[in-house]
């Protein structure tokens, strides 16, 4: 059931990016990651705000009840609700200098039997995605997954958590990279947080228990 507070309106709000715009560089330009945040990502949130005012729901809450809403909102309160929590998601992975994490090394070992092998995979589906999208790795179940989505689809609505994001928009990459987007996935794996990417999975399975 949607759930209106009151007459007080609840905005969902920015999410403060943790990194100096230049703290990238050479990955990713501050041109590109100042223009992708305060551009697109902002666009996301004040459409968002706009469409469903004051209620009670988180953004995954949207996701994953989206029948709450009137038949006529549902396609662009998705869309708008995915593109915020993408993007939060993007934003959140990212580090100027890539932190792994042993904990979760272990399990993506366990699973694809190494690093290098998950992240051959990553990449070959991130490569593979045509016209607009993200590249996941999700939780499904108990196991991991990497998907590809398009446009501003989340996990959340098909029943996977989502672990890790890359986005695929130009606007993510093509000011800098142009039409080499094959490189720029290579060199996101030089700047991913997996401190982050584990503790969103141990929070998703705290949240099964």
Known sequence: MLVSVNNERIDFMYKKIKLPYDSLKPIIIDEVLNTHYNNHY????????????????TIKDILIHIEDF??????????????????ELYFQNMTPKVK?????????????????NFIKNFKESANSLQGS????????????????????ENPYSYGMKPLLALDLWEHAYYLQYKSDRK??????????NYDEVYKRYEKENQQKK
Do not use: C
């Not at 902002?42 to 729901?57: H, P, T």
């Not at 699973?111 to 290098?116: H, K, N, T």
């Not at 996935?185 to 030089?190: M, R």
């Open 133 to 152: 999208g993200y590249t996941f790795l999700v939780l499904n179940k108990d196991k991991f997954d990497i998907i590809n989505l398009p446009n501003q």
């Open 70 to 87: 009137e038949q006529e909102k549902r396609s662009l309160v998705l869309f708008n609700a995915g593109g915020v929590l993408n993007h």
């Open 183 to 192: 490189q720029y996935i290579d060199n996101f794996f030089n700047i991913i």
């Open 100 to 116: 792994y994490n042993e904990n979760l090394n272990k399990l993506l070992i366990k699973q694809y039997g190494s690093l290098e």
């Open 42 to 57: 902002g666009k996301y949130v004040d459409n968002l705000n706009n469409l469903v005012g004051n209620i009670s729901y």
